[in-house]
């Protein structure tokens, strides 16, 4: 991970403080960022480099029917100098609320996954929730989402018996969806 990276989750961070104290709740819409980052290093018999960083992001509009989210998680891991984990994954959602308890919405995802020899991952769609309960200490929604995902891979190790040999798999699907909270 570079230093880029660092300066924009710091930046993140002290911009989540400035603007968390400086907007009324009441007019205006509401911006939430949560950031979180660690990292360890060992040494002796086991020599690992290990870094975990996330940052979640919500913009909820003024009058509450718009609302965009976003999650990113970051691992990177050296095991005796080789890189094992360099892995990014992102899911983000628009959603717009038609009632208290529908809204359809529109998500984009992207993954990079070094392990399983993933070069990208995009996938986007389209759906429909809907909250069964809806109150302040549970929550459980249902819905469905159709979507395209293309999936690039490294190398190619798969016969695609559309065009012969590949290193993308691409199609269409639909998802069931399921959100709940218990407290």
Not at 103 to 110: A, I, L, Q, R, S
């Given at each position: 991970m570079n230093i880029k990276t660092y300066k924009l989750?710091?930046?993140?961070?002290?911009?989540?403080?400035?603007?968390?104290k400086a907007q009324d709740q009441k007019k205006s819409t509401k911006l939430k960022i949560d950031l979180a980052s660690t990292g360890n290093v060992q040494t002796g018999n086991f020599e690992r480099l290990?870094?975990?960083?996330?940052?979640?992001?919500s913009i909820d509009s003024r009058d509450?029917?718009?609302n965009f989210h976003s999650k990113?998680?970051?691992l990177y891991q050296k095991v005796f100098g080789n890189k094992s984990q360099d892995d990014y994954l992102a899911r983000n959602f628009l959603t717009y609320r038609l009632s208290k308890k529908l809204?359809?919405?529109?998500?984009?995802?992207?993954e990079k996954f070094l392990i399983k020899r993933i070069d990208?991952?995009?996938?986007y769609g389209f759906g429909s929730r809907y909250a069964v309960i809806k109150k302040p200490r549970s929550f459980?929604?249902?819905?469905?989402m159709a979507s395209y995902a293309s999936k690039k891979y490294v190398g190619s190790n798969f016969q695609d018996f559309d065009n012969g040999d590949s290193d993308t798999i691409?199609?269409?699907?639909i998802s069931p969806v399921l959100n709940s909270k218990f407290v």
């Open positions: 989750f710091l930046i993140l961070a002290i911009l989540s403080i400035s603007i968390g290990q870094f975990v960083n996330q940052l979640d992001f509450s029917k718009w990113h998680l970051y809204d359809v919405f529109g998500g984009f995802f992207y990208r991952n995009i996938q459980l929604q249902f819905g469905l691409d199609s269409f699907f």
